[in-house]
C-alpha cells in the first residue's frame, strides 16, 4: 500500500464497502509537493486567451515568465495573449511601491499595442507591499479610454479556485458593457473552453449547424468586445466548471441568463451536450438538425474507435488532472475505448464531484484529492496501469515508471474535444499503450512483456 | 576596438523577459546535490511553476517542496509553515539534505529562516536531515543569481577545514547533464580526485527507473561538499560573477584555496586555457586523448570554416554563456552581432569585450535585455543565425534564419539535456551544428537544390 502523510489520509478514497467519504477543498499540505498551482495561476489560465487585451503581470519576472505562451490557446485574430508582459519588479520598487512602474508599464503597452482592454494580474508580492493596483487601472482606463481590470490573483490568497473567482469576477466587469442589439432568440455563450488546438472553432462550429447563434466564447479566441455583450444571450454553456461556473452563477443573478454544464470530450458527452443545447431552446427543427448532426460525426468516427477499441480493451488508466469535472468525461471515454480507470483523481474537486467519480466508477478504484508525486507513483504501481492522464508535471512520473502517458492540461497541441477530439484521443492512447517501447523497460521486462501488437 | 554596450532604453514594462526568477536558480543547483529536496519557502504557485519549467527541459521528475503560505502566514510569518514543510518532506522523503530557498513574498515579509531552522532544530534532535538555506528574493538578480548563490550557500554551510588534499573543486555553473559528466571524464583522466557542485548529471539525466524513486539517484555527496575546504584548488566557469558571489572567492578567503574564474571551455582557446590550468594544478600532462580531440577540432575548423565566414549571430542568454560563447564564435569567424542577457551584473560588455577582442568593435552588447529587445535590435542588425534557447524561436522563425539550440531552457525539442557544449568534444559538437545550420540555409535556398558540398 503506498504511504500516505497523517494528515493526507482523509483526501483518499478507495471504492468499495465503506461508505463515501472525501475531505477535500483544502488548503494544500506544507511540505507535501503538491501538483497545484496557485491563485495566480488560476487567474490567468482563464483570460489568458483574450486575445485582443494586454495581460500585464504586476511583480517579479518569475510569475510572468513561466506562464509566457504556455497554453495551446487559439487565436483567430490578434495574439497579444502570446505575449508575456511584466511590471519586473526591483528591490528599489518593492521598498517604494511599484504603482508608479505598473502605471507606466500600462500605457506604455496601451500605446504601442492599442489593446481592447488591459487586465492587470497582482501576484504574490503586490499583496504584501500593498500597492493600490485599483486605483492605478481606474486612473489609466480613464485617460486611455478602454476597461483595465485588476486582477486580485495574489499567489497565497488561496486556492487555484480563488483565481477562477477573481478572473470571473474581472469579467463581469466588462459583460453587460457592450451593445446586445442583433443577438437572436437562440443564441449562446460558450463558457470555459480555451481553443487549445482550436477546440472551440469546432464547437462553435456545431452550434452554428444546429442553427444558434454563439454571442462570445470566453475565453477561448476571446474578444473583449463580444464579452461585452455576452449579457444578451439566451444561454450560457459551461464547459470548464471549476473555472466558470462562478462566472454562469453570477450572469443568472444580474441578468437572469440560464446555464447548463455540459462537457465536450468523449463522444457521450459531446453528443450529449449538444441535446441539452437543443432540448433547452424546445425547437423541434433544431432537434432534428442535432440528431443528424450526431449522427453524422459519430458515424465518420466510429468504425475506427472500434479499431482502437480492439487493440485497447482491458487495458487499465489512471487519471489525475486539475479540475474533477474533466475527470467524468475522461473515465467515460475511456470506457469506450474498452479501457479501465483504476486511479482517480483533481487538483480541486469538490465534495460532490468526488461523489459522483465514485457512483461512475468501478469498484477498488482509487479516488484522490490533491495529490503528489510519491502518491500517484504509488497508486500507479499499486494498480499496475498502463496508462496516465495528468499534465506536464505528472508526465515524467509515468515515463519513468515506463508506463505509457497522455496529456490533458492546456498546453496540449491536438484537439481532444468534439467528435474528431474522440478520435484524436484515441489515436493518442492507442499510440502511447500499445508502442513496442515499452517492452524494453523494466515494468515489462521483469513480468515478461504484455504489450499488445500495433495495429 | 570596444564593444558597443547600448544600455536598455527607458522603458518600464519586461516584453517576453529573457532571465528566470532566482528561486528557479536555487531549485536547480539544488538538485546537483545527492539526497537533497529543494523547499521554496513561499507560496505553493512559485514552487509548481518552477517545476513545471524545469521539467519541459529535462523531462525528469523534480520534486520540490513548498512551504505554501496562506494569508495568515504573510501576515504572521512563515515559521510554522516552515516547521511543517520541513517536517513533511522529511517523513516522505527522508532525504540528506533539505535546501531552503526563499521567494519574493517570504523575503519582503522578512521572515529570518535562519533562525527558523535554528528553532527547528532544536526541535528536532533526533537526527534532522541537513539543512541550509540561501536568500533569493526574486526581484533582485535572475535565475543565475539564484543558481551562483545556491551554490555558495551550500559550501557556505559545509565546507570544513582540514589537511589539505589533492583535490580540485569544480564549480561549473548552469551547463547541461552531458556536459557535467564530459567534466567528470576529463577529471577522471586527469587523474584527479574532484568535488564537482553541483552536480545533476543523473538527477535530472537519469536512466528509466525500475522502482519509483523519491529522490533521483546522484548528485554530489555532501561528504564531497564539506571538502572543498581543503582542496587545492578551485575553478568557476563564470565570466561574470563577482567576488562577493563566488564561491570560489568564498574559499580562497576563508581556507585560502587558490581558485581560477574562467569563462565556459567553449572554444579552442578557452579550452586551452582550462586545460593548461588543469594540467598545471593536477602535476599530469594532458591526456592524450584531448590533444586528440583538440587537434581534430582544428581540423574541422579548417574543413568548415568558409561557410560561415563573416556570419552574423544574434546570442542571448545567462551572462556567462554568453560571454563563452561570444568568444567561441569569434574564434570560428562568426561575428556575434548582438549579445544580449536579461542578467545585470553590469560586467558583461567588459567580459564580451575581453572574449571576443578580434571582432570586439562588430559587437552590440544589451544587458537587462528582454525578448522585444533582442527582436527590435536582431531586425536592425540582419543577422544569418540565432545563438541561443528555445526562447529564441518566435524571433527565428519571424527572420526566417536557423536557430541553433543552446542553454537553458530548450523545450521544443528532445535532449536539450544531452547537447554537449564544454571541453573540445562540446565545441565540437557545437561547431558541427552551426556549420552545418548555415549549409542546410543555403541548401533549402538554393534553385538547384544541391546535394554534394
Ligand atoms: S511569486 Fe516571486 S518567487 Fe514565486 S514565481 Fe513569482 S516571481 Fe518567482
Redesign the interface.
Known amino acids: 500500500m503506498v504511504?500516505v502523510?497523517e494528515?493526507r489520509k482523509g483526501q483518499i478514497y478507495r471504492k468499495g464497502s465503506e461508505p463515501y467519504a472525501m475531505e477535500c477543498g483544502k488548503?494544500?499540505?506544507?511540505?507535501?509537493?503538491?501538483?497545484?498551482?496557485?491563485?495566480?495561476?488560476g487567474s490567468r489560465v482563464v483570460l489568458y486567451p483574450i486575445a485582443d487585451a494586454i495581460h500585464?503581470v504586476h511583480?517579479?519576472?518569475?510569475?510572468?515568465?513561466?506562464?509566457?505562451d504556455i497554453r495551446g490557446a487559439l487565436s483567430s485574430g490578434p495574439e497579444l495573449h502570446r505575449?508575456?508582459?511584466?511590471?519586473?519588479?526591483?528591490?528599489i520598487?518593492?521598498i517604494h511601491g511599484g504603482e508608479k512602474?505598473l502605471y507606466?508599464?500600462l500605457v506604455?503597452?496601451i500605446d504601442r499595442y492599442q489593446p481592447r482592454a488591459a487586465f492587470v494580474y497582482s501576484?504574490?508580492?503586490i499583496?504584501?507591499?500593498g500597492d493600490d493596483v485599483g486605483a492605478v487601472c481606474k486612473r489609466v482606463s480613464a485617460e486611455k479610454g478602454i476597461p483595465v481590470l485588476p486582477v486580485h490573483s495574489e499567489?497565497?490568497?488561496?486556492?487555484k479556485k480563488d483565481g477562477y473567482r477573481a478572473a470571473c469576477e474581472a469579467l463581469l466587469q466588462l459583460i453587460g458593457t457592450g451593445p446586445a442589439e442583433g443577438i437572436q432568440p437562440h443564441s449562446i455563450n460558450i463558457l470555459g473552453d480555451f481553443n487549445l488546438a482550436g477546440e472551440v472553432w469546432m464547437i462553435r462550429e456545431y452550434y452554428e449547424k444546429m442553427g444558434i447563434q454563439v454571442v462570445a466564447t470566453i475565453t477561448g479566441d476571446g474578444r473583449v468586445d463580444q464579452i461585452r455583450r455576452a449579457h444578451g444571450a439566451a444561454l450560457n454553456l459551461v464547459q470548464c466548471s471549476g473555472s466558470m461556473n462562478h462566472l454562469a452563477k453570477m450572469l443568472k443573478e444580474k441578468y437572469g441568463t440560464p446555464y447548463l454544464q455540459v462537457s465536450y470530450f468523449g463522444i457521450e458527452d459531446m453528443a450529449e451536450a449538444l441535446y441539452q443545447v437543443a432540448r433547452f431552446f424546445n425547437d423541434t427543427a433544431m432537434m432534428r438538425r442535432t440528431e443528424e448532426l450526431v449522427r453524422d460525426e459519430i458515424a465518420a468516427v466510429y468504425p475506427q474507435l472500434l479499431e482502437y477499441r480492439k487493440a485497447l480493451t482491458g487495458k487499465k488508466a489512471a487519471i489525475y488532472v486539475g479540475g474533477a469535472f474533466k475527470a467524468f468525461s475522461l473515465v467515460k471515454a475511456l470506457r469506450i475505448l474498452g479501457m479501465q480507470t483504476a486511479v482517480v483523481g483533481s487538483q480541486t474537486g469538490s465534495s460532490e464531484d468526488y461523489q459522483q467519480l465514485r457512483d461512475l466508477c468501478d469498484e477498488g478504484t482509487v479516488i484522490v484529492d490533491d495529490s503528489?508525486?510519491?502518491e500517484l507513483?504509488?497508486f500507479?504501481?499499486e494498480k499496475g496501469v498502463d496508462l496516465f492522464i495528468g499534465g506536464?508535471?505528472e508526465?515524467?512520473?509515468a515515463?519513468?515508471?515506463?508506463i505509457g502517458f497522455c496529456d490533458h492540461n492546456h498546453e496540449r497541441k491536438i484537439a481532444l474535444a468534439g467528435f474528431v477530439g474522440m478520435l484524436n484521443f484515441a489515436r493518442e492512447v492507442h499510440g502511447t499503450v500499445c508502442s513496442p517501447i515499452w517492452k524494453l523497460?523494466?515494468r515489462y521486462s521483469?513480468c515478461g512483456g504484455g504489450v499488445a501488437d500495433v495495429g | 576596438m570596444s564593444v558597443n554596450h547600448q544600455p536598455r532604453p527607458a522603458v518600464s514594462v519586461t516584453t517576453n523577459a529573457c532571465k528566470l526568477c532566482t528561486p528557479l536558480g536555487a531549485c536547480l543547483a539544488f538538485r546537483g546535490i545527492e539526497g537533497t529536496v529543494p523547499l521554496l519557502h513561499g507560496s505553493q504557485g512559485c514552487s509548481t511553476y518552477i517545476r513545471r519549467y524545469i521539467i519541459s527541459h529535462f523531462k525528469e521528475p523534480i520534486d520540490v517542496a513548498s512551504s505554501n503560505f496562506s494569508e495568515s502566514s504573510a501576515i504572521f510569518g512563515g515559521g510554522v509553515n516552515l516547521a511543517t514543510a520541513l517536517q513533511n518532506v522529511t517523513a516522505q522523503y527522508h532525504p540528506e539534505l533539505i535546501a531552503v530557498a526563499s521567494t519574493c513574498l517570504s523575503e519582503t515579509i522578512g521572515d529570518d529562516v535562519p533562525l527558523f531552522i535554528r528553532q527547528y532544530r532544536r526541535e528536532h534532535p533526533e537526527r534532522p536531515p541537513e539543512i541550509i538555506h540561501v536568500s533569493t528574493p526574486s526581484y533582485r538578480g535572475t535565475h543565475m543569481d539564484g543558481f551562483h548563490a545556491a551554490v555558495r550557500a551550500a559550501v557556505d554551510e559545509l565546507a570544513e577545514a582540514g589537511a589539505p588534499e589533492r583535490r580540485i573543486n569544480l564549480f561549473p555553473g548552469l551547463v547541461s547533464p552531458a556536459d557535467l559528466r564530459h567534466l567528470k571524464e576529463i577529471m577522471a583522466d586527469f587523474g584527479v580526485d574532484y568535488t564537482l557542485l553541483p552536480d545533476y548529471s543523473e538527477t535530472l539525466d537519469g536512466e528509466i527507473w525500475q522502482e519509483y524513486q523519491k529522490i533521483a539517484p546522484g548528485g554530489t555527496p555532501l561528504a564531497a561538499i564539506r571538502r572543498t575546504g581543503r582542496a587545492m584548488a578551485s575553478f568557476e566557469f563564470s565570466g561574470t560573477i563577482a567576488a562577493e558571489h563566488s564561491t570560489g572567492n568564498l574559499l580562497k578567503e576563508r581556507f585560502g584555496i587558490s581558485y581560477l574564474q574562467t569563462a565556459m571551455p567553449i572554444g579552442v582557446r578557452a579550452c586551452d586555457q582550462f586545460f593548461t590550468k588543469l594540467a598545471e594544478v593536477s602535476g599530469n600532462p594532458i591526456p592524450d586523448c584531448y590533444r586528440k580531440e583538440r587537434g581534430r577540432l582544428v581540423d574541422s575548423y579548417v574543413d568548415g570554416h568558409k561557410y560561415i565566414f563573416g556570419k552574423r549571430a544574434v546570442l542571448y542568454g545567462e551572462e556567462d554563456l554568453v560571454v563563452s560563447l561570444a568568444g567561441f564564435l569569434a574564434e570560428i569567424g562568426v561575428i556575434p552581432v548582438l549579445c544580449a542577457s536579461g542578467g545585470e551584473s553590469g560586467r558583461l560588455a567588459e567580459a564580451v569585450q575581453a572574449a571576443a577582442p578580434e571582432v570586439a568593435d562588430r559587437i552590440t552588447v544589451r544587458d537587462g535585455a528582454d525578448f522585444m529587445d533582442i527582436a527590435e535590435l536582431a531586425e536592425k542588425l540582419q543577422p544569418d543565425l540565432i545563438v541561443g534557447n528555445s526562447k529564441g524561436y518566435p524571433l527565428a522563425r519571424k527572420l526566417q534564419i536557423p536557430l541553433i539550440r543552446v542553454g537553458f531552457p530548450i523545450h521544443d525539442r528532445l535532449g536539450g539535456q544531452r547537447l554537449l557544449h564544454l571541453g573540445y568534444r562540446g565545441t565540437q559538437a557545437l561547431f558541427d551544428r552551426i556549420v552545418n545550420a548555415v549549409i542546410e540555409r543555403q541548401q533549402d535556398a538554393s534553385p538547384v537544390g544541391y546535394s554534394y558540398m
Do not use: H
Open positions: 504511504k502523510l494528515e488548503t494544500s499540505l506544507a511540505g507535501s509537493v503538491s501538483q497545484r498551482a496557485c491563485v495566480f495561476c500585464l511583480g517579479p519576472v518569475g510569475c510572468a515568465a513561466y506562464t509566457w505575449l508575456s508582459f511584466s511590471t519586473d519588479l526591483r528591490e520598487e518593492v512602474k507606466q508599464s506604455e503597452l501576484t504574490c508580492i499583496g504584501i507591499i499567489g497565497f490568497k488561496g486556492t503528489n508525486p510519491l507513483a504509488g500507479l504501481k506536464v508535471k508526465r515524467p512520473i515515463y519513468k515508471m515506463g523497460v523494466p521483469c
